[in-house]
């Protein structure tokens, strides 16, 4: 589908190539193609001075591609690139090595989703900052070094002196990302590519990077591109959105337009599948649908996470209200209590340097039911999980199954990790990786190891002939799958989720979600579900804990608990979630810039 027939700006918004001279940014039919694979097909938006485009879709879309082709990243890849593409009077694809360079940090600048594989973990911030600078400017050492401490105060590192020394691990997340942002500004670009910058944090300190760009953007003039997943955060954040799918562009229009009223079925489904804050409980959780059937295994990155269900002609799976006559999942839960957490403590370091990451916690899960544990980053919620399923022992207090206190990794509970790609050993195949547990439990038989590792595999929605597969080779969610029927294989009563989503597309995301569902419904697990994403919380949950800095602040029904907050960092952590609507998402900026100016 041409953007020309989608594109709902009103005349003189940009919509068009012509008559839109001297933009920042001028795409025109750019196609990127890695052998026979197009990656993008076909794209075309400007930007002007100051305006702020999102590029939504989900992950290989292409959306990324488009990122880095604006600034020649693909040059010596052997990536073939077609089309105009323009940026701040430069002609990427003609231009010489040493006009990229200057364009690169000096007109345009890009902020990456992990802060952490950007930046050098062997020298302090502010000196990587500084040598950015220098590398543009010919600035002397001193003026360089100033320039970054006023660039990270300009981004809000309180202290910025004293911090430019520190190195990244020594930030948190949020500020690593803030670091990653002021090393952008230190040349003063036009254009800001910012690349699924908050993907990783928290509602809160996402929030505050939003509100950053968009202060900075009012501050300075400079144009944004945002890409992302993520329509909450674009709706936050930009006065465009372009959806993209299989490289080619399916909607383009303002973002009231194509948020309020989408045209197209594929934007209505990215849209459908986007969990909310004020949706009662298991939408999306619905019995009946077939897991996705992953298309894109062996090939490259760009076709990671293309999901469809089978016969829709890769289609998302819309997590919509159901259909007529379809069964929305409700757990069933009883009054048993299968796992039990009774006054956890857990301390780290010694004397001085002793920090207390979970402080007094008391839970009980019931059989049958998904209890949700969220907070910010740092709140102690993953260090609770972990000495749930035995993996950290309590520095005080007992986690008991079924009644008896318990020590160690045992086969009743059972962990889906946040990040498959560091929990799956890239040289055992997926098959072994599965097989593990049953290994583990005494099983000998070659036979019935592999007949029952199959098994599993199609119960989460992967093929059989998966087995002899290795992890590179699949997308995040098929991998996610993986990490799903390993936690599977010791046929557990208790499943602890650690943000087993939280790195996916929200149609995959559904999907993950969907499964968990239909799993609990068919065998009668428990679920602890472990996230920063309050809205994916609420889709999943029957309960929820509110964690703060170790403490739980509150807890109960999670209807009672989104609709009636009392602990006022229940109702922070609500306000800070992403509004589709960006009138609301106006009027919660401007509320949190008062509360920060009060």
Partial sequence: MSLEKTDRRPAGAGGSLEGADGSLVEVGDLTVAFGELRAVDGISFRLEKGAALGLVGESGSGKSTVASALLGLHRGTGARVDGVLRVAGVDVETASDDELRRLRGGKAAMVFQDPLSSLDPYYAVGDQIAEVYRVHTRASRRAARARAVAVLDRVGIPDAARRARSRPHEFSGGMRQRALIAMALACEPDLLIADEPTTALDVTVQAQILDLLHTLREETGMGLLLVTHDVGVAAESVDDILVMRHGRAVEHGTVGAVLGSP????????????????????????????????????????????????????????????????????????????????????????????????????????RGETLGIVGESGSGKTTLGRMLVGLLEPTAGSVRYEGRTRSGVGPAVQMVFQDPVSSLNPRRSMGESIADPLRARGERDEDRIRGRVRDLLERVGLEPAHYDRYPHEFSGGQRQRVGIARALAAEPRVIVCDEPVSALDVTTQAQVVALLGELQRELGLALVFVAHDLAVVRRVSDRVAVMRRGRIVEQGPVDEVYESPRDPYTKQLLAAVPALDPQIAARRRAARRQLAAA
């Avoid at 016969?311 to 409700?330: D, R, W």
């Fill in 263 to 366: 045209r197209e079925p594929y934007t209505r489904e990215l849209l459908g599948a986007v969990p909310r804050v004020d949706e009662p409980r298991g939408r999306g959780l619905r019995a009946g649908v077939a897991p996705a059937d992953e298309p894109g295994v062996g090939a490259t990155s760009v076709d990671e996470g293309r999901v469809g269900v089978p016969g829709s002609s890769g289609a998302p799976l819309a997590a919509g209200p159901a259909p007529a006559g379809e069964v929305v999942l409700e757990a069933v839960v009883s009054e048993d209590v299968v796992l039990e957490a009774v006054g956890l403590r857990r301390e780290f370091g010694r004397g001085k340097g002793r920090v207390t990451a979970v402080d007094d916690v008391s839970l009980a899960v019931h």
